[in-house]
């Protein structure tokens, strides 16, 4: 019996996915991952000096090295790249699933961050680190139009694409609506909302809180905006109301981080 065209192409895009493989590079970027035992590490090139700044990693790796002439650094990364004279090719991490990621596994109350369409890797890339700082659950984008696992990425983030978990699924919407069944309070960020995160969360800061930023210049999209619990606002001293959001999402976690 022929397989359905929905099923064939459904097993083409996980045998590509499975297929797929990332280039990193920077010395903090590459240390990490060298370091990181779930991470499948595939081929390191390095110049003698990175190979002697990374020594300790690379004997952590198991990995043979391949010696690279700093002239003629040619691993297939963008020429532009500061890779510092280090590149280490991987597959993408599997963070597991939603629930695996959105349950607390201790009793300090889940914060998780959600993007809406924010594309840039290096947004991304620095959400990543204020989410590990501020002891988020995970990051989450969605498969299409979000930041994929990148080199820029993961040198924007330093380090922390190793250890914060980074979720892509298939559609926001339904993500957001998974997450209020497990008890979640989701509120999206939004310069025009009435309320601000403090207000809307006094007396709720033991509960399980998602928060929804959108890309830069077109925010939230209309869907998403319907679907969260409520649009609330970062409290602003003075008339600048607006921030990249990289840094919305920090004063944001900040503002929604469990109390005491």
Request: neutral net charge; aromatic residues 4%; glycine residues 8%.
């Amino acid at each position: 019996m022929k397989k359905p065209k929905w099923v064939v192409e459904k097993e083409q895009a996980k045998k590509a996915a499975s297929a797929e493989t990332v280039w990193l590079f920077g010395l903090h970027a590459v240390r990490d991952a060298l370091m990181n035992p779930a991470r499948e590490k595939l081929r390191l090139m390095v110049t003698k000096n990175a190979s002697d700044k990374l020594a300790e990693a690379i004997a952590a790796s198991g990995m043979t090295p391949e010696m690279v002439d700093p002239r003629k650094f040619n691993a297939p990364i963008d020429k532009q790249s500061v890779h510092q004279g280090a590149a280490l090719e991987v597959k993408p991490l599997n963070w597991g699933s939603l629930t695996d990621r959105a349950i607390s596994s201790d009793d300090r109350p889940p914060r998780l961050v959600l993007l809406d369409r924010v594309t840039d890797p290096h947004n991304v890339g620095a959400i990543l680190r204020s989410a590990e700082v501020f002891g988020a659950q995970a990051v989450i984008g969605t498969r299409h139009h979000s930041a994929p696992e990148t080199g820029a990425l993961a040198k924007t983030a330093s380090g922390a694409l190793e250890r914060q978990p980074y979720l892509r699924m298939r559609n926001l919407a339904d993500t957001i609506i998974d997450l209020q069944n497990m008890g979640y309070i989701v509120l999206g960020l939004d310069g025009e909302a009435e309320e601000t995160i403090e207000e809307v969360l006094d007396g709720k800061y033991d509960r399980p809180i998602a928060l929804v930023l959108g890309a830069e210049g077109p925010g939230l999209r209309q869907k998403t905006k319907e679907t969260v619990d409520q649009l609330v606002k970062i409290d602003f001293a003075g008339g600048f109301g607006s921030l990249n959001v990289s840094n919305a999402a920090a004063v944001a976690l900040y503002a929604a981080k469990p109390k005491s």
